[in-house]
């Protein structure tokens, strides 16, 4: 019997050759098993400048054997991301996925095919607009057979994120500055958005102390599947958060010890969570829940229909920087009483590009 090591696209593999018979097992770098968890990339071959700062905390887990990196671009150049992958202690794989009706579904069937067939059971699904500390998807990895019983995904506490926002002002910020937070939430003017709902009712919260349980109450009765409805998507508060961010960096990237919480909103808006492959592929292709071109809206009638609960990482945080909806519902062209907070001068990206700079400096 003779034994050979190779490395092929980064993964570890054993040859083996016993009389007549080759073997080919495939091995971690780290530990001998096989990664699990598969992360789903989602980019358009933009926002590179996030995809750095992403990918030096996953080259920081120590859960770096249990994770293959699936990154789905919208066009074939992937240049840019086999930069900072090849040679690494990451397997991956880059692929292209268009999607003509410009929503992201077809890339989220792709990932759950291709968990599917590689038998990935568990999948990370995540934005190119994250920062996600190495500690935060540790913990989650370390944990993820909590999916398989008591949640339907777990997530960080997002910055931006629905409901989490208001979980990540609790755990830090101080009392002070949450109060800060909050005034700012309760100036927000809802509105009535065509085509989806009409959250003018809302507007009875105005200038009122800010109380997010009852908020997140009374979004669960309103009749619509479009729950993912919060001041800090509008963008209020949104520039007082990110100078706090400024001032916590060290709090939010320092390891420490993390919980998992049920959530009781039915109503998860975040940008990156973990989910099983099963449930991913049931919401989505099985039970036909699409009601729109995202899968949150999905999410939440999976979990409302088995009463599955999401479960938040409490101290396990993750950077969201900003909604598009604070650019995308000025536009008063036709639409002239949209949202009463003023447009950035800059555009989406250069703001994003504006505070990373600041964050990391």
Not at 116 to 122: F, Q, R, V
């Amino acid at each position: 019997m003779s034994l050979k090591i190779k490395y092929i696209n980064n993964i570890k593999y054993f040859d083996i050759k016993y009389y007549y018979f080759n073997y080919r097992i495939r091995m971690s770098v780290e530990n001998g098993s096989t990664p699990e968890i598969l992360i789903f990339y989602l980019t358009a071959n933009d926002r590179h400048i996030f995809f750095e700062k992403f990918i030096a905390e996953i080259f920081q887990c120590k859960t770096i054997n249990k994770l293959h990196l699936l990154i789905i671009n919208s066009t074939n150049d992937m240049a840019y991301y086999k930069k900072y992958l090849t040679n690494k202690s990451l397997s991956f794989e880059c692929v292209e996925v268009c999607c003509p009706k410009h929503d992201y579904l077809p890339k989220v069937r792709y990932a759950i095919n291709y968990a599917m067939t590689k038998k990935y059971k568990y999948i990370f699904k995540c934005d190119n607009d994250m920062i996600i500390p190495a500690y935060t998807i540790d913990y989650i990895a370390e944990n993820i057979s909590q999916l398989d019983t008591n949640y339907l995904t777990l997530s960080p506490t997002v910055s931006t994120g629905m409901p989490t926002v208001e979980y990540f002002i609790n755990e830090v910020f101080t009392q002070e500055e949450g109060e800060l937070m909050r005034r700012e939430f309760s100036k927000c003017m809802f509105n009535n958005q065509p085509g989806i709902f009409d959250y003018r009712f809302l507007n009875n919260l105005q200038n009122k102390p800010w109380d997010y349980n009852n908020f997140f109450r009374i979004i669960n009765e309103m009749n619509t599947w479009y729950k993912g409805v919060h001041p800090i998507r509008y963008g209020f508060g949104n520039d007082l958060l990110n100078q706090l961010l400024i001032k916590y960096k060290s709090k939010i990237f320092e390891r420490k010890n993390c919980t998992i919480n049920a959530d009781n909103s039915y109503y998860l808006a975040n940008m990156c969570f973990f989910i099983s492959t099963h449930n991913y592929n049931n919401l989505i292709n099985v039970e036909n829940m699409t009601v729109n071109g995202c899968d949150d809206v999905q999410l939440f009638r999976y979990s409302q229909k088995y009463n599955i609960k999401h479960g938040i990482v409490s101290n396990g945080f993750a950077i969201h920087i900003a909604y598009g909806w604070r650019w995308d519902l000025n536009d008063t062209k036709g639409y002239p009483d949209y949202v009463n907070i003023n447009c950035p001068t800059k555009t989406l990206l250069d703001y994003e590009i504006e505070f990373l700079n600041k964050f990391y400096k």
